[in-house]
């Protein structure tokens, strides 16, 4: 007798309904109350919103902050009255020598060295960056030979070195090599005078310091993106100036900016050639005068002065160039001002700031 299977059919399970987020945001009840459900948790972990407007908010105790805070305010105090009280600083002789013709006249030769060379020297020193970057055995061999030689000596060394050239060549020529055609010839102490002495010898001493300073930005890119944009058929050309130097500029800025305040405070050995800068022109007054440290105060102000402006220039530059690298941009002073001001401003009677 043959048999046939049957199949028992089983009820369908039950589908878990589904939770809905608007009721489980929803403020539960009291947590003392004993007929307080729990609170389901949604499938992506959602739990009951809390309300924390009743929460003290209690700041952290920070003690040695405060100690730090006093003791730095009492030395700056003390040195602030020392400054304001003792006699010998001579302020008033400050005064009158700060805005004088001849110191004015120093400090305008002192800018001019240091503009001069710190253009050119950049400009040699993007150069011979590029030059080390290169395939070429010659032009690494040139670059790496040239920063050796200038950064290995002193800079009072280059200075003298080059305003005494004229021992070493009577002429200086320009004309076709290993032959006696000449376009140009002058006399080498008439050709090299304190003037271009100075700026010959700032600018290859920066340049030696910037080439370095370029080519480590230029290989902090990552290669990465040079590749890809390779990729794309982007020339070489928009390649360096849209995608390499931007972010290059970023770890380039710095040290820059560091060494044009160094070339700042470097034009003060150019005194050696008895050239008219800032630091030459004081001591000439303080030789004549006698009054030694308020003429050095004057010279370093005029120089704190400067790196200041400097060091304003590049805030706002490493503030432009940090586009990409930072979510949102850095607060100028003038902002901070703003909103220190705006949040901490007295609340008047009506509720109103």
């Known amino acids: 007798m043959s048999s046939a299977a049957t199949r028992t059919s089983q009820p369908p399970a039950e589908t878990p309904s589904p939770i809905d987020p608007q009721a489980v945001t929803d403020t539960p009840p009291a947590a003392d109350s004993p007929s307080a459900p729990a609170v389901p948790a949604g499938p992506a972990g959602l739990r009951a919103a809390v309300d924390y407007a009743d929460y003290r908010l ?66 040699l020193g993007f150069i011979l960056a590029l030059m080390r970057l290169s395939a070429s055995p010659l032009l690494v061999s040139v670059s790496w030979t040239f920063s050796w030689i200038f950064r290995s000596t002193p800079l009072l060394v280059q200075m003298l070195l080059w305003y005494n050239l004229g021992y070493l060549y009577e002429k200086i020529s320009l004309g076709l090599p290993f032959t006696d055609i000449r376009f140009f010839e002058a006399q080498t102490t008439t050709l090299i005078s304190q003037f271009a002495a100075a700026v010959l010898g700032l600018t290859l001493n920066q340049a030696a310091y910037s080439a370095e300073i370029i080519r480590g930005g230029i290989l902090s890119v990552d290669q990465g993106q040079v590749e890809a944009a390779s990729a794309l058929g982007i020339p070489a050309w928009r390649r360096s100036t849209r995608i390499v130097l931007p972010q290059a500029m970023r770890a380039i800025l710095p040290t820059a900016f560091n060494e044009i305040i160094g070339l700042v405070k470097g034009t003060s050995i150019v005194y050696v050639l008895a050239y008219s800068e800032l630091f030459y022109t004081v001591q000439v007054i303080y030789n004549r005068t006698q009054q030694v440290l308020p003429l050095l105060l004057v010279a370093t102000l005029w120089y704190v002065v400067i790196t200041s402006v400097l060091s304003v220039f590049q805030y706002y530059i490493e503030r432009h160039y940090s586009k990409g690298a930072v979510r949102t941009l850095p607060l100028t002073p003038l902002q901070k001002a703003r909103k220190f001001f705006a949040t901490h401003a007295p609340v008047n009677t009506t509720g109103r700031k």
Do not use: C, D, M, Y
């Open 58 to 123: 209690v700041p952290a105790r920070r003690p040695w902050r405060w100690v730090g805070t006093v003791l730095v305010a009492l030395g700056v105090a003390a040195v602030v009255w020392s400054l304001a009280t003792n006699p010998r600083w001579e302020w008033g002789v400050v005064a009158q020598w700060f805005t004088a013709k001849s110191v004015v006249n120093g400090l305008v030769e002192t800018l001019k060295l240091t503009a001069i060379s710190g253009a050119l020297g950049f400009i």
